[in-house]
T-cell receptor
Framework: GAGVSQSPRYKVAKRGQDVALRCDPI?????LFWYQQALGQGPEFLTYFQNEAQLDKSGLPSDRFFAERPEGSVSTLKIQRTQQEDSAVYLCASSPTGGPDEQYFGPGTRLTVT | GESVGLHLPTLSVQEGDNSIINCAYSNSASDYFIWYKQESGKGPQFIID?????DKRQGQRVTVLLNKTVKHLSLQIAATQPGDSAVYFCAENTGRRALTFGSGTRLQVQP
């Protein structure tokens, strides 16, 4: 069956540009998570959706980061006015339930801000 | 692909040996733990999980041990194979649904 997919896989942006990263979770999965992974580090939580509701956005590093999941399936992470420190791999994960459960990760989008 | 874990602690083992990867977790209230494997250029891949009401769980070639007294988690891989080479992360659920990941250990399997 299809896993979590993310697009694009690689994105190069000039400083100040806006970017949009897409996540297609596993069909029917209730929960969707975004994580940021810097080189040599473990993933760090950004935000969490249960269906279309964004229940936790405490990990978003600034108000330049915005995420949405309007129909409870596909999600988009948008970063406005990108900065060099935004360079990282952005990982999306989905989970079948709303409780503590195995999270299935996509391959990530590697963002490089020049 | 991107290289994961350039400056991580490294465990180097011979093919066929058993590997033990350790992790100290941070929150005594955490009730769910997962081990993930991450290969270069890929997302984390689930290996095994354990809930806090257990102290041991076995999968195929892998065993996870949980010691809540000292907040320690370990992953044992039996008969390590070259395909096991990757970065391994422990992750804990602290009650907010998102996972908190440890810093990772690189496992290198020498043929």
């Amino acid at each position: 069956g299809a896993g979590v997919s993310q697009s694009p896989r690689y994105k190069v942006a000039k400083r100040g540009q806006d970017v949009a990263l897409r996540c297609d979770p596993i069909s029917g999965h209730v929960s969707l998570f975004w994580y940021q992974q810097a080189l040599g580090q473990g993933p760090e939580f950004l935000t969490y959706f249960q269906n279309e509701a964004q229940l936790d956005k405490s990990g978003l590093p600034s108000d330049r980061f915005f995420a949405e999941r309007p129909e409870g399936s596909v999600s988009t992470l948008k970063i406005q006015r990108t900065q060099q420190e935004d360079s990282a791999v952005y990982l999306c994960a989905s989970s079948p339930t709303g409780g503590p459960d195995e999270q299935y990760f996509g391959p990530g989008t590697r963002l490089t801000v020049t | 692909g991107e290289s994961v874990g350039l400056h991580l602690p490294t465990l180097s083992v011979q093919e066929g040996d058993n590997s033990i990867i350790n992790c100290a977790y941070s929150n005594s209230a955490s009730d769910y733990f997962i081990w993930y494997k991450q290969e270069s250029g890929k997302g984390p891949q689930f290996i095994i999980d354990i809930r806090s009401n257990m102290d041991k769980r076995q999968g195929q070639r892998v065993t996870v041990l949980l010691n809540k007294t000292v907040k320690h988690l370990s992953l044992q891989i039996a008969a390590t194979q070259p395909g096991d080479s990757a970065v391994y992360f422990c992750a804990e659920n602290t009650g907010r649904r998102a996972l908190t990941f440890g810093s990772g250990t690189r496992l290198q399997v020498q043929p």
